[in-house]
C-alpha cells in the first residue's frame, strides 16, 4: 500500500513540476533583470546606434542621385540591422564568453535545470533587446531622418520575418562564437573586430553602390548585409532599389540566405558549444 501511495504523490509531483518552456520564461526574465540592473551598459547598447545614426546622418545629408531619398535615410535601416546583429551576436558572443570563464555555465551545468532553459532565457532576452533597440531607432528615424511607416500590412510581414529571421540567425551565431574566444577577457577583442568589419562591407557605415563589389560578395556571405537590404526594401521607397547591387530589394533570397544562416547557427552550436573552458577539460 506504501508503494502504491507514493506512485501517484511523485507522478503529481513531476506534474507540477515546471517543463523546458516554463524554465526558459523564467531564465529570461532574470537574464532581463540583470541585464536591465547595469545602467551604464543600457544606455550604452540602446546609445550606441543611435549616436552612431546621429553622426553619419548629420555628415551625409546630399539627395541621392536617381534613388529618391537623401543619404541620412540610407542610415536608418542599416542602422536598425545593426542594432539587432549587436543585441544577439555581440551580446551573447561576449557574455556567454565571460560566464564561461567565470564558471558559470559549468555550475548551471550542474543543476538540474535543462540545458535547453538557458538558452531560451538568452533567446529571451535578445528578442526583448533587440526589438527595443529598433523601436528606438525607428522612432528617431521617423521623428528626424523622414523615414515613412509602410502603409500596408505586406511591408510590415516583411518586416517581421526579416527581424525573427536576423535576430535567430545573429543570435545563434553569436552561442557559437562564444566558445573562440581563449578567455572572458579577451572575448570582446575576439567578437567586436569581425561585426566592425562587417559593419563596413555590409553597407552599414557605407553607402552600399560606393563599396567595392569583391567587399560585397564577401559580406553577402554573412546576414548582416541582408538585414540591411531588407530593411531597406521595408522603410525606403521603390526607386532606391537602383542603389542595391542587384538593382532589386531581393527578398526571396534574403529569406533564403537567413533561413540558412539559421541552420547553419544551429550546426555551429551544437558543434562548437562548451559548458567548460578548454583549461578546465
Given at each position: 500500500m506504501?508503494?502504491?501511495?507514493?506512485?501517484?504523490?511523485?507522478?503529481?509531483?513531476?506534474?507540477?513540476?515546471?517543463?523546458?518552456?516554463?524554465?526558459?520564461?523564467?531564465?529570461?526574465?532574470?537574464?532581463?533583470?540583470?541585464?536591465?540592473?547595469?545602467?551604464?551598459?543600457?544606455?550604452?547598447?540602446?546609445?550606441?546606434?543611435?549616436?552612431?545614426?546621429?553622426?553619419?546622418?548629420?555628415?551625409?545629408?546630399?539627395?541621392?542621385?536617381?534613388?529618391?531619398?537623401?543619404?541620412?535615410?540610407?542610415?536608418?535601416?542599416?542602422?536598425?540591422?545593426?542594432?539587432?546583429?549587436?543585441?544577439?551576436?555581440?551580446?551573447?558572443?561576449?557574455?556567454?564568453?565571460?560566464?564561461?570563464?567565470?564558471?558559470?555555465?559549468?555550475?548551471?551545468?550542474?543543476?538540474?535545470?535543462?540545458?535547453?532553459?538557458?538558452?531560451?532565457?538568452?533567446?529571451?532576452?535578445?528578442?526583448?533587446?533587440?526589438l527595443l533597440e529598433t523601436a528606438i531607432l525607428l522612432l528617431v528615424g521617423t521623428a528626424f531622418y523622414d523615414i515613412d511607416l509602410p502603409s500596408d500590412a505586406g511591408r510590415w510581414l516583411d518586416f517581421a520575418w526579416i527581424f525573427v529571421l536576423g535576430l535567430t540567425a545573429c543570435a545563434l551565431l553569436g552561442i557559437a562564437v562564444s566558445s573562440v574566444p581563449k578567455t572572458g577577457k579577451s572575448a570582446t577583442s575576439v567578437v567586436v573586430l569581425p561585426f566592425l568589419v562587417l559593419q563596413f562591407i555590409s553597407g552599414v557605415y557605407i553607402a552600399i553602390d560606393t563599396i567595392p563589389d569583391w567587399m560585397l560578395n564577401i559580406g553577402a556571405l554573412f546576414p548582416l548585409k541582408w538585414m540591411c537590404q531588407g530593411l531597406r526594401g521595408v522603410f525606403l521607397p521603390a526607386s532606391a532599389q537602383v542603389l542595391e547591387q542587384a538593382g532589386s530589394w531581393e527578398f526571396g533570397r534574403i529569406a533564403l540566405v537567413l533561413g540558412a544562416w539559421c541552420v547553419g547557427g544551429l550546426l555551429l552550436c551544437l558543434l562548437t558549444f562548451r559548458w567548460k573552458n578548454r583549461r578546465d577539460g
Amino acid at each position: 500500500m506504501t508503494t502504491t501511495a507514493v506512485r501517484p504523490r511523485s507522478q503529481a509531483l513531476a506534474e507540477r513540476l515546471p517543463g523546458v518552456w516554463g524554465i526558459g520564461l523564467g531564465r529570461g526574465a532574470l537574464e532581463l533583470r540583470q541585464f536591465f540592473r547595469q545602467r551604464d551598459h543600457v544606455v550604452f547598447t540602446f546609445a550606441f546606434p543611435v549616436v552612431f545614426l546621429f553622426l553619419f546622418a548629420s555628415i551625409f545629408r546630399d539627395d541621392v542621385r536617381g534613388a529618391g531619398i537623401n543619404a541620412s535615410q540610407l542610415y536608418v535601416p542599416a542602422m536598425m540591422a545593426a542594432g539587432i546583429m549587436s543585441t544577439s551576436f555581440q551580446s551573447l558572443g561576449i557574455s556567454i564568453a565571460i560566464e564561461r570563464d567565470e564558471k558559470v555555465l559549468r555550475r548551471l551545468r550542474g543543476t538540474p535545470m535543462p540545458p535547453a532553459a538557458y538558452f531560451l532565457g538568452k533567446i529571451w532576452l535578445v528578442l526583448v533587446t533587440g526589438l527595443l533597440e529598433t523601436a528606438i531607432l525607428l522612432l528617431v528615424g521617423t521623428a528626424f531622418y523622414d523615414i515613412d511607416l509602410p502603409s500596408d500590412a505586406g511591408r510590415w510581414l516583411d518586416f517581421a520575418w526579416i527581424f525573427v529571421l536576423g535576430l535567430t540567425a545573429c543570435a545563434l551565431l553569436g552561442i557559437a562564437v562564444s566558445s573562440v574566444p581563449k578567455t572572458g577577457k579577451s572575448a570582446t577583442s575576439v567578437v567586436v573586430l569581425p561585426f566592425l568589419v562587417l559593419q563596413f562591407i555590409s553597407g552599414v557605415y557605407i553607402a552600399i553602390d560606393t563599396i567595392p563589389d569583391w567587399m560585397l560578395n564577401i559580406g553577402a556571405l554573412f546576414p548582416l548585409k541582408w538585414m540591411c537590404q531588407g530593411l531597406r526594401g521595408v522603410f525606403l521607397p521603390a526607386s532606391a532599389q537602383v542603389l542595391e547591387q542587384a538593382g532589386s530589394w531581393e527578398f526571396g533570397r534574403i529569406a533564403l540566405v537567413l533561413g540558412a544562416w539559421c541552420v547553419g547557427g544551429l550546426l555551429l552550436c551544437l558543434l562548437t558549444f562548451r559548458w567548460k573552458n578548454r583549461r578546465d577539460g
